[in-house]
């Protein structure tokens, strides 16, 4: 689909152009001359809620009174869309629960102010509710923290609403079975029950969700699910090997890859907001290996443009261990070796295969040079270090 919008002041109509199948032009001409949604406004109860907009505006300190509350919220949509009675009760009762959850504080003067925890909460980009979840799962890992797993920092760096999934309960039990010592201390501080596992992949059902509680918990075992193959990702298995070992889709383990770094970074300005000093130095080591999606041994490999898990594992096996040895290699032995890492490699034609391995050797050559180039730049900042 093409096309623009008329220009303010200048044009009446926009114009677009749509290109599909002839089986789809029926169901195209329905979309087209379907009627449009009205505009409604975010911060209704049922969507993003004002509760979150108003911890927002307090903690950057654009509205820290009554009155600047106020003037803030008569500029919203919402304002236009409900009853003045019904929001002025919504804000208030906002502002108190905010208070409650130690989000915010009211001074004698009426004036507020975010706490540690709603900075936090706004400079990680979380909703009310699910930072006082991830607060509590913090708070847990700070008092058993298991240093020798990767298992515990992954399960930090699941996102907390991820995309709806099932969990395979039988699969899941044969992955807590196969944990070692280290990863059981993780499921056990992390709240999961093997014995309800278990019960769930004899008797198939689905989580209950009746209470808070449930909804919690139900939270705590997808978490929990995802983050083994989260692990499994970052341990160097194929997307699609993933996807079959979880018997998901290659889809949602892709997904869960891309939501996993933005969420990461959301968790250590979290801690970083909270003075967690010590913890956002593990998060921030193990945030290298979730961009990578490699193991910790091919991270300064995984920094060169062009060089993934895969043929950053290719590299190290045959010898070129890190920027140097690329930025000193000749571009020609770098391209066997990315042609090691390609997993189509036999697919290609003979007719074909001249011109993909001149791609190839270009694309060695970009590498080769980048490396020199990151190889460069940390000398320059070994010396500057030095004087």
Not at 85 to 95: F, N, V, Y
Not at 146 to 160: A, C, K, R
Request: proline share 4%.
């Amino acid at each position: 689909m093409r096309g623009r919008a008329g220009r303010k002041g200048k044009d009446e109509i926009g114009e677009s152009y749509v290109c599909c199948q002839k089986d789809d032009a029926k169901e195209v001409e329905q979309l087209l001359e379907t009627n449009i949604p009205p505009i409604s406004s975010c911060l209704t109860p049922g969507k993003r809620g004002i509760k979150r907009a108003l911890l927002e505006v307090i903690a950057v300190r654009l509205a820290t009174h009554e009155d600047a509350i106020n003037d803030y919220i008569q500029k919203t949509l919402l304002y236009h869309n409900i009853n003045q009675e019904t929001l002025d009760r919504m804000a208030s009762d906002s502002i108190s629960q905010l208070i409650a959850e130690d989000l915010i504080t009211q001074s004698p003067s009426n004036c507020y102010d975010p706490t540690p925890l709603g900075s936090a909460t706004v400079a990680a980009g979380l909703n009310p509710e699910d930072s006082l979840f991830l607060h509590d799962e913090m708070r847990q890992a700070l008092q058993h923290f298991v240093m020798d797993s990767d298992l515990h920092v992954f399960y930090l760096f699941t996102p907390i609403s991820i995309p709806p999934h099932d969990i395979d309960w039988r699969i899941f039990l044969d992955e807590i079975n196969e944990l070692d010592e280290s990863g059981q201390r993780v499921m056990s501080f992390c709240r999961i029950n093997p014995a309800f596992i278990n019960r769930m992949a004899n008797s198939p059902g689905t989580l209950p969700t009746n209470t808070p509680e449930e909804v919690q918990m139900a939270r705590v075992y997808r978490r929990f699910y995802a983050a083994l193959q989260l692990r499994a990702i970052c341990n160097e298995e194929p997307l699609h090997k993933v996807a079959a070992r979880f018997c998901t889709t290659r889809g949602f383990v892709q997904s869960l890859s891309t939501t996993c770094h933005s969420f990461a970074a959301g968790i250590i300005k979290f801690c970083e907001r909270l003075g967690w000093g010590m913890l956002v130095a593990v998060l921030e080591h193990m945030a290298d290996r979730l961009r990578a999606g490699a193991r910790a041994d091919l991270l300064e490999l995984a920094r060169i443009p062009f060089v993934k898990s895969r043929t950053a594992r290719a590299l190290w096996e045959n010898g070129y261990r890190n920027l140097r040895a690329v930025a000193e290699a000749d571009a020609e032995a770098i391209a066997q070796v990315m042609l090691l890492a390609q997993p189509k490699r036999s697919k290609v034609s003979g007719e074909m295969e001249g011109g993909y391995l001149l791609k190839l050797k270009e694309k060695a050559e970009v590498v080769v040079r980048q490396a020199g180039r990151l190889w460069e730049r940390e000398g320059a900042v070994d010396i500057e270090g030095e004087m």
